[in-house]
Every structure is written in structure tokens, then in C-alpha cells.
């Protein structure tokens, strides 16, 4: 077992490692145990949250595991098909604070107001903007965290591409998408936290694939991307989440530590 990555990381065929690349179920919950969740939100968490967070939120394309100390999510979770992805809406660029969170602990569009850090999406609005409102509530700030222009522009806008790219040649992804905070970390506005990484989890349930990145909170470019693939288990380990709760235990193991 390996992993190839082509030039044009695009290119997924081999940028994925395969725990099984001979399966045919075509039952996205396979491997799930008979215990499930009861926060299901449309089907972005089929595998199960990847861990008790504040407060949940379900929105049309995604789901949310936010965090109120911090005033960001510590998780975002949504399902890919090339069906709901495509269905083009222009771009709002409407960013709104979240109304269904408490407001002592909700981010606002002040807190960014000249912090140097864009408004970076979870959940990408390219790829979550299977309606209308889908579209404007990728523009929710309970999507949002404070990143780095020279990350949110560049090496995590061609990872959000990547990911596009890789549901239209796959048929059906899963993603959970997050924070990480160790070492220092600053704030901006009212005391919303600045993440030292981001990470990505991207697992194809059909064929029993995955890859996951870990990324500095710093300026990345796109030739730099395959230097930060990383284990599930070491996002897990570090983050203290687990992100195939519902997994079938062999699965999961098999899965996480193939790297």
C-alpha cells in the first residue's frame, strides 16, 4: 500500500491511500455500528460527530460543532455528491453573525474589522452552495475562523479545489474540516480565537479511502500542500476528537493507520 501524488494533486486517482480498493458496496454506511447518532443533519455526520462540542448546528449543506469560548466552530462536517455541489448559486459574500447562537458568544463581522485575518470558510461556499440558502449560510459566521490571507487565498483555497475535484471523479465524499490550537494563539475582536493549524479529514465511504491534512497557520502555497498530509490518528491525537466513532473498529483502524 502507498500513496502517489501526481504533480496535478488534482489528479486523486492516487492521492488517496485504499484500505480496500476491490469493495463495491455502494452503502454509504457501511461499516457502521447499530448505535446511532441522533444529531444525523442531513447526513453530514453519518459516521457520527467527531465529538460533543457547545452547541450543534445544522444547516442545509453542513453541520457545525461549535465552540463558545472560543467563538469559532471546532469542527464542520458535510457531504459531497457532484449533484448537490454543481448546482451553481452566484456567490453572496453576505457574511452574517449566527442569530441561533447565544450572543455572548457569537463572532461578529466587527471582531474582523481591521484584524489582518480574513474571514476563512469551514465549509467552502463553492462546494456547500447546493441552494440558495445553502449558499447564504456558508456566509455564517459559526462557519468562519480567523486565517491568514496568505493561507485562506492560496494553499487552502487549492485544497478546497482539490476536494471538488476529487467528489467529481468519486461520486460522494465526506469531509470534516477544523481547528487545532497549540502553543501560543492570539485573538482578534472580542476575544475570538486565532487557530495555530487547520485540518481537513476526506474520506471516500464507498471505497474505503482517505487522506487528511494538517496545515500550519501560516502563508501556504499550492506546491506546498502534499508536505502536510498527515494520519487521521494524528489529527485524532491531537485534537482529541474521533472522527469514525460509528466506524466498524476494524475499519476504522485499518483506515487510520495506513499512513
Same mark, same amino acid.
Given at each position: ?14 492521492? $488517496? ?17 447499530? !448505535?446511532? &447518532?441522533?444529531?444525523? %443533519?442531513?447526513?453530514?455526520?453519518? $459516521? ?9 448546528? %445544522? ?15 471546532? @469542527? ?15 456567490? !453572496? ?13 457569537? =463572532? ?8 489582518? +485575518? ?11 452552495? =447546493? ?17 491568514? &490571507? ?5 494553499? @487552502?483555497?487549492?485544497?478546497?479545489? +482539490?476536494?471538488?475535484? @476529487? ?35 476526506? %474520506? ?23 508536505? $502536510?498530509?498527515? !494520519? ?26 495506513? @499512513?
Amino acid at each position: 500500500m502507498h500513496i502517489l501524488f501526481l504533480d496535478d494533486l488534482g489528479k486523486c486517482g492516487g492521492a $488517496f491511500a485504499t484500505v480496500n480498493s476491490s469493495s463495491t458496496n455502494s452503502d454509504p454506511a457501511h461499516g457502521l455500528s447499530e !448505535s446511532q &447518532p441522533t444529531f444525523k %443533519c442531513n447526513g453530514h455526520v453519518a $459516521f457520527g460527530i467527531p465529538g460533543p462540542e457547545d452547541q450543534l448546528l %445544522c444547516r442545509e449543506a453542513y453541520a457545525v460543532g461549535y465552540d463558545y469560548d472560543k467563538k469559532i466552530p471546532a @469542527w464542520v462536517a458535510y457531504r459531497l455528491t457532484p449533484d448537490s455541489m454543481n448546482k451553481k448559486f452566484k456567490r !453572496s459574500n453576505k457574511f452574517k453573525q449566527d442569530t441561533s447562537i447565544p450572543i455572548q458568544y457569537r =463572532s461578529t463581522l466587527s471582531d474582523y474589522r481591521g484584524s489582518g +485575518y480574513d474571514r476563512g470558510h469551514m465549509a467552502a461556499s463553492a462546494a456547500v452552495d =447546493s441552494s440558495y440558502i445553502a449558499m447564504l449560510e456558508s456566509f455564517l459566521l459559526s462557519n468562519m475562523v480567523p486565517q491568514l &490571507p496568505g493561507l485562506n487565498r492560496q494553499g @487552502w483555497r487549492y485544497l478546497e479545489s +482539490y476536494i471538488r475535484e @476529487w467528489t467529481n471523479e468519486r461520486g460522494k465524499l465526506y469531509v470534516v474540516t477544523g481547528v487545532l490550537f497549540e502553543g501560543d494563539h492570539g485573538t482578534i475582536g472580542n476575544g475570538v480565537y486565532v487557530p495555530t493549524h487547520f485540518y481537513k479529514v476526506v %474520506c471516500d465511504s464507498v471505497r474505503q479511502d482517505v487522506i487528511s491534512f494538517l496545515l500550519p497557520h501560516r502563508n501556504i502555497s499550492k506546491s506546498e500542500i502534499p508536505a $502536510f498530509i498527515v !494520519s487521521v490518528d494524528e489529527i485524532e491525537r491531537r485534537t482529541g476528537l474521533d472522527f469514525n466513532r460509528l466506524l466498524d473498529d476494524v475499519i476504522e483502524d485499518d483506515v487510520e493507520v495506513m @499512513w
